[in-house]
């Protein structure tokens, strides 16, 4: 361990932080036809990038008028997508990719806030209920599963969709999802170890549909549950998906003015292992919010390093508490933070 520690530490080399990958410098908007020179697809397309790259959701968006032409600079190009020939919606997906850095440059401008790339993953479990009465899993073929999942990609939701093939799960059924069954919660954290579990039914009713879902941050706490009826499942789900946008990415949005080029002394306490001190050189190197880390010295457990943020110190303190990877101990120190890692 002590080689390895060596080789991190003492060669006080500076690590340039990777850009984590991520998609939200693409999003997407139903249209009813090829015509990107018009300006109201452009605003559609354009409101759900800043969606994606804001966690506010695009209702907010359009009421305010915040996606205006200036947008149009950010634009790198565009294509359409075809839907499935049984889609409830007559139309093409129509895509936008974006310059990132112009993006949040202007979002930064325009005092806009952002959502932090290092989201929450979340485990989703989708049933069916027919007009009859029967339920069961939804198949990945489904109308159903192919508008939730590019809702919540649409949204920029890290999500995982179960498999019924998967043999760990095997005796929980539709019903236990149905019914938000807490031994089935506790199940999926322990064997997914996801931030979240959302488990859904979608009841077609025969003149509409209607949804039922739990979300839960934690297999200890009653999950948060809604109830919509809907015509059609395109836009039901795509309300779903931005109820569960507004979920995850309240209170975690960074506020334009906390946005800048911060240097930070850092002490991080309680690395006890060679394993510990990769995950947390892992972690920071691969951390959107920090641009540049520097280790200085390692001594009885405890790292001291510089670090160069995009954010102020408080914006990070709160993503750090998010992602519980690091502690903050506040100590009292004037010209340094201390952490603690955190097993």
Not at 271 to 284: D, E, K, P, T
Request: glycine content about 4%; charged content about 20%; some cysteine.
């Amino acid at each position: 361990m002590k080689k390895l520690i060596s080789l991190i530490c003492f060669g006080l080399f500076a690590v340039v932080a990777t850009a984590q990958v991520d998609d939200l410098n693409t999003a997407s908007a139903l249209v009813k036809q090829q015509a990107p020179q018009d300006w109201s697809q452009l605003q559609a397309a354009l409101t759900a990038v800043v969606s994606k790259k804001t966690g506010l959701s695009e209702a907010i968006l359009s009421a305010q008028n915040t996606v205006d032409t200036d947008f149009k600079s950010v634009i790198l190009r565009h294509y359409y997508e075809q839907l499935p020939f049984d889609a409830d919606f007559k139309g093409l997906w129509f895509h936008l990719v974006v310059d990132d850095e112009r993006l949040n440059q202007l979002l930064i401008a325009k005092d806009i806030p952002l959502w932090p790339s290092n989201r929450p993953s979340v485990f989703v479990w989708l049933v069916e209920e027919q007009p009859d009465g029967t339920l069961s899993h939804a198949e990945s073929d489904s109308l159903s599963h192919y508008w939730l999942a590019k809702w919540l990609d649409n949204k920029g939701i890290s999500n995982q969709f179960y498999d019924p093939l998967e043999a760990d799960l095997l005796q929980f059924g539709p019903n236990d999802v149905s019914y938000l069954k807490p031994e089935l919660i506790s199940r999926v954290f322990n064997d997914y170890q996801p931030d979240y579990v959302l488990l859904v039914k979608v009841r077609d009713q025969g003149n509409g549909f209607s949804y039922r879902f739990g979300l839960s941050g934690n297999p200890d706490v009653e999950p948060i549950i809604e109830n919509r009826q809907f015509v059609a499942l395109s836009s039901g789900l795509k309300y779903l998906a931005a109820a569960i946008q507004e979920k995850l990415s309240s209170g975690q949005q960074i506020a334009a003015g906390e946005f800048g080029d911060f240097s930070l002394v850092v002490t991080i306490n309680d690395i006890n292992s060679a394993a510990g001190m990769l995950r947390l050189w892992n972690y920071l190197q691969a951390h959107p919010l920090i641009s540049q880390i520097q280790a200085s010295e390692y001594r009885q457990h405890s790292l001291r390093l510089q670090i160069q943020a995009r954010v102020s110190i408080e914006a990070l303190l709160r993503v750090f508490d998010k992602d519980k990877v690091l502690e903050y101990q506040p100590l009292g120190f004037n010209n340094q933070t201390v952490f603690k890692l955190l097993p």
